[in-house]
């Protein structure tokens, strides 16, 4: 579970007095040093938008062959959805027909989309990419899905729905004559916006185990498109229709952040794996830029630079992609995290006290100095003890000694990142009782 933010940020007061805020605003931009040079994944000058990232799958949407059906009130666009794998490059058409009528949901192997099929089957659709099965689910015929392994949430007549895939359960948990609209879902817990207390906009949760509801916002302005991963909650909250802020809850303690401050619109806010990324504004409508913020290490990093339409950014691990309307097309883009290596050498020692020694090592190759780095230790390998810290020497190197008498038997190295670097973890190696042996460590993604 990720640990409540900012514990060196200034606090604020936003909504009651029952709700403690806090703002960003104590660690400096990153420098370039976080991220890898921009790759675009896409090239031409249809439009492809949507970018949904799992891992090392992308889905997103391609119009390259949009095409209209019906007419009037009754007339739907139709375009693909299509899954780019980004380590062997393969991109693979889900809808071949041209059928698609909204953006993809993809969470490890399954992607859902809304599907027109042939006119008389249209619904959610989903593919599961490890089998090529594909088939129409058995939900009904609503939109906006967002996929949690098996579990996929979406609207319906203003209702949330959540629909496993492997049985075919459905269930609304949203209540009746509310409008809710924009679910996400992580593990048991869903969340979406819903207006259902006025004219403005709230954020809810709802815990399928405790089948509890609980309401999250109530500030009297909008606050809409949720977004959750792993009981941290993000979402946009408008002032005004020019200044609009992110802002987070982590769902454990009940402590909201206010990630943004700036008097402009920063909106479209995504989380995952401890990352937060939005579109922001300030340089006006036409020219928007993605920002990244890692709650770890609380440092703010601008992922795009560019004139044009930069927008809807995803993230999942070290991988932020968004698409931007720079020159003539709309093509979608990737930006890595580039952490450096921790590396463990050999170095013998008393079995209660063995000493482990390595090397901080920047992605360019050159050692990070004067840094420092922690030594953890495990029983299990799932909860890690923090132990002795050491600063890191003009190579990079540093020497630790590890406390062995509880009997923890695993110990790797942390490096808690900086507005320079970004966050890394060694691999882990066992404790033997006179020495630890290691080799070559990597971070972990």
């Known amino acids: 579970m990720i640990a409540p933010f900012g514990r060196a940020c200034r606090l604020v007061v936003a909504g009651g007095a029952a709700t403690a805020a806090m703002v960003f605003g104590c660690a400096a931009p990153a420098s370039a040093d976080w991220l890898d040079r921009e790759r675009q994944l896409t090239t031409g000058t249809a439009i492809q938008d949507s970018p949904q990232l799992s891992g090392t799958s992308l889905a997103y949407a391609d119009h390259t062959f949009e095409r209209t059906v019906g007419q009037g009130a009754g007339a739907e666009t139709l375009f693909d959805v299509r899954v780019r794998d980004l380590t062997s490059g393969a991109d693979l058409n889900l809808t071949p027909n041209h059928t698609a009528l909204g953006r993809p949901a993809i969470s490890g192997k399954r992607v859902v989309w809304s599907d027109y099929g042939n006119g008389t089957n249209s619904g959610l659709w989903y593919r599961n990419l490890a089998t090529g099965q594909q088939r129409r689910l058995a939900a ?9 392994g098996d579990l996929l949430c979406y609207e319906y007549q203003g209702r949330i729905h959540v629909h496993t895939i492997g049985s075919g359960r459905d269930v609304a948990v949203s209540p009746e004559g509310a409008s809710a609209s924009s679910c996400d879902i992580s593990g048991r817990v869903v969340v979406w916006q819903d207006v259902r207390n006025g004219h403005d906009a709230d954020i809810y949760a709802y815990d399928l185990d405790a089948r509890q509801e609980t309401r999250l916002t109530a500030t009297g302005t909008d606050q809409t498109l949720p977004r959750i991963d792993d009981g941290l909650v993000v979402w946009q909250d408008a002032v005004s229709p020019t200044n609009s802020d992110v802002y987070a809850e982590d769902l454990t303690t009940g402590v909201i952040t206010q990630v943004t401050s700036d008097e402009s619109v920063q909106r479209f806010a995504a989380v995952a794996d401890g990352r937060i990324t939005w579109m922001d504004e300030g340089g006006g409508r036409a020219n928007t830029e993605i920002y990244l913020y890692d709650v770890a290490s609380r440092v703010t990093t601008r ?30 883009y990737l930006r890595t995290i580039t952490p450096p290596t921790l590396s463990l050498g050999r170095v013998p020692g008393p079995s209660t006290s063995p000493q482990v020694s390595g090397r901080l090592v920047g992605a360019d ?21 923090a132990g002795a810290a050491a600063v890191t020497d003009q190579s990079g190197g540093f020497t630790l000694e590890v406390d062995a008498r509880s009997g923890d038997v695993e110990v790797r190295v942390r490096f808690a990142g900086t507005p320079e670097y970004p966050a890394a973890v060694s691999r882990t190696v066992p404790v033997q009782q006179a020495h630890i042996v290691a080799g070559l460590a990597r971070p972990q993604p």
């Open 140 to 148: 009904s015929a609503g939109a906006q899905p967002r996929l949690s």
């Open 365 to 385: 190759g050159a050692p990070v100095t004067a840094e420092t780095v922690v030594v953890e230790t495990s029983g299990d390998g799932i909860s890690w003890t």
């Open 303 to 332: 992922v795009t630079r560019h004139d044009g339409w930069s927008s809807n950014p995803t993230v999942s691990g070290d991988r932020i992609a968004y698409e931007d309307s720079r020159g003539t097309g709309h093509n979608l």
